[in-house]
């Protein structure tokens, strides 16, 4: 199943193997979070990230709802 982890970018949840939230900036704007999703792509192009979040919570919020989709598909 595809699942949209940013605008226009979807990922196949059966080709995912790891999902990570990473802090990708903390100065001086306030903490920024962003999801990796690795994928078992043995192509170029094998980690897509999502969306960036201004929040732990909030980056968390978006990632349960994206596994609500995936777990009602399947």
Do not use: C, H, Q
Request: net charge negative.
């Amino acid at each position: 199943m595809f699942v949209e982890i940013e605008e226009n970018l979807f990922v196949n949840s059966d080709m995912v193997v790891a999902v990570e939230l990473t802090k990708i900036s903390s100065e001086p704007y306030g903490e920024i979070y962003r999801w990796a999703f690795y994928t078992t792509s043995s192509g170029e192009k094998s980690v897509f990230f999502s969306r960036d979040f201004d929040n732990k919570e909030e980056a968390i919020n978006w990632f349960e709802n994206i596994r609500f989709i995936i777990n009602r598909e399947n």
